[in-house]
């Protein structure tokens, strides 16, 4: 069975404090590994997509990093507007590419 | 781009009675949409995955009496909850792809109250 699990559950930083924050999966087959943002009362918004071992997608504050064994979102200098919960979802071979999601980490930038 | 539209974001309603959530995509043809639940500080639980003109998949526990989905177009897949009960209430989240190997987009959901 696939698992992704997010890691930590929650996470409090100062505001430029520089953090990362992990999803492992165990799945067969990688399709593709998804990271979210989602702010209170709405729907996730989509941040990045990462297909192989090795790929690295940035956007601003946040950089996502893909191993063959999980994904790491970075945070370099965090604002208070980056204070959200963060998913990650893979796709894999084997689930017709139905998404399994992490838990999220819930994440607070103190100002 | 890849703009999902959810409404109502926001429903009361007495318990019995039938409530239809609308999702649509406004610049991509969703050839799959899937709809979501979410509890308080929970992450999303899947319902159910629909792709355009073909039945709905449910998942395992998800009665499909109760929650019927129809993806009639390209642009819209529908969530009706039929006679809602109060532990019907919760956060429903609508999403849409265009490709399998695609991210999904989600609208913002709607937060469902039955008195």
């Known amino acids: 069975e696939d698992q992704v699990t997010q890691s930590p559950e929650a996470l409090r930083l100062q505001e430029g404090e520089s953090s990362s924050l992990n999803c492992s999966y165990t799945?067969?087959?990688?399709?593709?590994l998804f990271w979210y943002r989602q702010d209170p009362g709405k729907g996730p918004e989509f941040l990045f997509t990462?297909?192989?071992a090795g790929e690295e997608k940035e956007k601003e504050r946040l950089k996502a990093t893909l191993t063959k064994k999980e994904s790491f979102l970075h945070i370099t200098a965090p604002k208070p507007e980056d204070s959200a919960t963060y998913l990650c979802?893979?796709?894999?071979?084997?689930?017709?590419?139905?998404?399994?999601f992490g838990r999220g980490t819930s994440l607070i930038v103190h100002p | 781009g890849a703009v999902v539209s959810q409404h109502p974001s926001w429903v009361i309603c007495k318990s019995g009675t039938s409530v239809k959530i609308e999702c649509r995509s406004l610049?991509?043809?969703?050839?799959?949409m899937f709809w979501y639940r979410q509890f308080p500080k929970q992450s999303l639980m899947l319902m159910a995955t629909?792709?355009?003109?073909?039945?709905?998949?449910?998942e395992q526990g998800v009665e499909k009496d109760k929650f019927l989905i129809n993806h009639a177009s390209l642009t819209l897949s529908t969530l009706t909850v039929t006679s809602a009960h109060p532990e019907d209430s919760s956060f429903y989240i609508c999403?849409?792809?265009?490709?399998?190997?695609?991210?999904?987009?989600f609208g913002d959901g709607t937060r469902l109250s039955i008195l």
């Open positions: 979802a893979v796709h894999t071979s084997g689930g017709s590419y139905i998404p399994t």
């Open positions: 629909s792709n355009e003109g073909s039945k709905a998949t449910y």
């Open positions: 799945v067969s087959g990688l399709r593709g």
């Open positions: 610049d991509f043809q969703a050839t799959t």
């Open positions: 999403s849409a792809r265009n490709r399998e190997d695609q991210p999904q987009h």
């Open positions: 990462l297909y192989s």
